[in-house]
C-alpha cells in the first residue's frame, strides 16, 4: 500500500544536518501538498510540515520542508538527541477513487 | 486543548467485528473531515479511511474496502469504525486523526486478530 518511496535509515551526529527523502509520482506529490510527521518511539504520530514546507506551531525551524516535481525532502539542521524518531512523507494521491498515502518510513538515529 | 480519545480495541477472533470510537473535545468536529490510520506491530502507518464533515462522503484504502465502514456523529463529537470479517493482517494499533492534513492524532487503540 505504500506509493511514497524513502530511505530506510537515516544518522548523524549532533549538530549535523540530515535529509530525508520522499520519492512519489504524479498523482500524488507531483499534484498535492506533502505533509511529514514524526513518530517517536511509543507515542502517536505528530504533524511536523504541511503544505511541503509550513511548520505547525510549536515546531522548530531546524525542521524543512521542500517539494520539487514528484519528489519531496525533510531537512533536520541542527540535529538533537530529541529527533531520534521515525519520520513519514504523506500526500494525497488522486488515482483511483482517491486515498491518502504515506511513505515507507525513515528511521533518524542520533550517533 | 484539542483531544482525540480512541477505544474499543481488543482481542478478537478471525472472521470476527469490533467497533471502534474516537471521541473529540477541544474543538467543532463538524467543521472537519476525519481519518483512520492504523499501524501493525514493526510497521510503517497505513491510511485505511476517511470522511467529509458531514459524514456524506466516505473513502477507504482498497484493503479494507467492503470490510469497514467509517461514520460520525457530530452532535456526540465522536467517529467511529466498524470493523468486520477481521483477518490477521488487520492486527494493529487504529489511530484518529483530524483533517486534511491530520494535524491532531489520538494516542491509539489496539486491535490483534487471533485465535
Known amino acids: 500500500q505504500f506509493v511514497l518511496t524513502q530511505p530506510p535509515s537515516a544518522s548523524g551526529t549532533p549538530g549535523q544536518r540530515v535529509t530525508i527523502s520522499c520519492s512519489g509520482a504524479?498523482?500524488?506529490?507531483?499534484?498535492?501538498?506533502v505533509n511529514w510527521y514524526q513518530q517517536l518511539p511509543g507515542t502517536a504520530p505528530r504533524l511536523l510540515i504541511y503544505g511541503n514546507n509550513q511548520r505547525p506551531s510549536g515546531v522548530p525551524d531546524r525542521f524543512s520542508g521542500s517539494k520539487s516535481g514528484t519528489s519531496a525532502s525533510l531537512a533536520i539542521s541542527g540535529l538533537q538527541s530529541e529527533d531520534e524518531a521515525d519520520y513519514y512523507c504523506?500526500?494525497?494521491?488522486?488515482?483511483?477513487?482517491?486515498?491518502?498515502?504515506f511513505g515507507t518510513g525513515t528511521k533518524v538515529t542520533i550517533l | 486543548e484539542v483531544q482525540l480519545v480512541e477505544s474499543g480495541g481488543g482481542l478478537v477472533q478471525p472472521g470476527g467485528s469490533l467497533r471502534l470510537s474516537c471521541a473529540a473535545s477541544?474543538?467543532?468536529?463538524?467543521?472537519?473531515?476525519m481519518n483512520w490510520v492504523r499501524q501493525a506491530p514493526g510497521k510503517g502507518l497505513e491510511w485505511i479511511s476517511c470522511i467529509s464533515s458531514s459524514g456524506g462522503t466516505t473513502y477507504f484504502a482498497d484493503s479494507v474496502k467492503g470490510r469497514f465502514t467509517i461514520s460520525r456523529d457530530n452532535a456526540k463529537n465522536s467517529l467511529y469504525l466498524q470493523t468486520n470479517s477481521l483477518r490477521a493482517e488487520d492486527t494493529a494499533v487504529y489511530y484518529c486523526?483530524?483533517?486534511?492534513?491530520?494535524?491532531?492524532w489520538g494516542q491509539g487503540t489496539l486491535v490483534t486478530v487471533s485465535s
Open positions: 477541544g474543538f467543532t468536529l463538524s467543521n472537519y473531515e
Open positions: 504523506a500526500a494525497w494521491d488522486d488515482s483511483l477513487s482517491g486515498r491518502y498515502v
Open positions: 486523526a483530524r483533517g486534511i492534513i491530520h494535524d491532531y
Open positions: 504524479s498523482s500524488n506529490i507531483g499534484t498535492n501538498t
